[in-house]
């Protein structure tokens, strides 16, 4: 079955502090991974994209690796702001075809000063 | 380029109405799909489309109807509004499907 697990559901942390956020993947065949970033009342955004290929990618402060082997992926936010406080959600791609995103339940961050 | 627009951004509807959730896109995207999003359960989808004349339901489709006649446009109906079709409604597009998705800002469905 295909499936996308984020870990955790959801996260304080201080305002400067670092955290990773978890996802675990079942979705076969694997296209790519998106992490979105999703304010309060707004739509997601996307953050950035994995392609099979792809360990690392960044993003200004987020980093995303990506372990095909394993089907896990993470994303890591340094020196956290405020304005980090959001939903991070992941989306993977299967193969081809158009009914082919599988998206995670999301984790809530809250950054606290 | 205003990206994707929705309107309404709030709405509160009794059981049983029915109304049109309007969705469009500036950016020539062919794929556009709608999803809702529940507390603790994710986006899911509803309908989506490939192209203009083309739709096929998602994940959820019951009590919901789309219709794609231009390549900007892609309405939702809800057809008899049901308590449980209460949620955040968000319309969605891209290229081609697989490639990033830019969201709406998302409609906020009451039903009473």
């Known amino acids: 079955k295909n499936q996308v697990e984020q870990s955790p559901q959801s996260l304080i942390i201080l305002e400067g502090k670092n955290c990773t956020l978890q996802?675990?993947?079942?979705?076969?065949?694997?296209?790519?991974l998106r992490w979105y970033k999703q304010d309060t009342g707004r739509g997601p955004v996307s953050l950035t994209i994995?392609?099979?290929?792809?360990n690392t990618k960044s993003n200004g402060r987020y980093t995303a690796t990506l372990d095909a082997d394993t089907k896990q992926s993470s994303l890591h936010i340094t020196a956290s702001q405020l304005s980090d406080s959001a939903s991070y959600i992941c989306?993977?791609?299967?193969?081809?075809?158009?009914?082919?995103?599988?998206f995670g339940t999301g984790t809530r961050l809250t950054v606290i000063p | 380029n205003a990206g994707v627009t929705q309107t309404p951004k709030f709405q509160v509807l009794k059981t049983g109405q029915s109304m049109t959730l309007q969705c469009a896109q500036d950016?020539?995207?062919?794929?556009m799909s709608w999803y809702r999003q529940d507390p603790g359960m994710g986006l899911r989808l509803i309908h989506y489309s490939v192209g203009a004349g083309i739709t096929d339901q998602g994940e959820v489709p019951n009590g919901y109807n789309v219709s794609r006649s231009t390549t900007e446009d892609f309405p939702l109906r809800l057809l008899s509004a049901a308590p449980s079709q209460t949620s955040v409604y968000f319309c969605a597009s891209s290229y081609v499907t697989g490639n990033e998705q830019f969201f709406g800002p998302g409609t906020r469905l009451t039903v009473l």
């Open positions: 950016m020539n995207h062919e794929y």
């Open positions: 994995m392609t099979f290929s792809e």
């Open positions: 989306v993977v791609t299967r193969g081809a075809g158009a009914n082919n995103l599988f």
């Open positions: 996802c675990n993947y079942t979705v076969s065949p694997f296209s790519n």
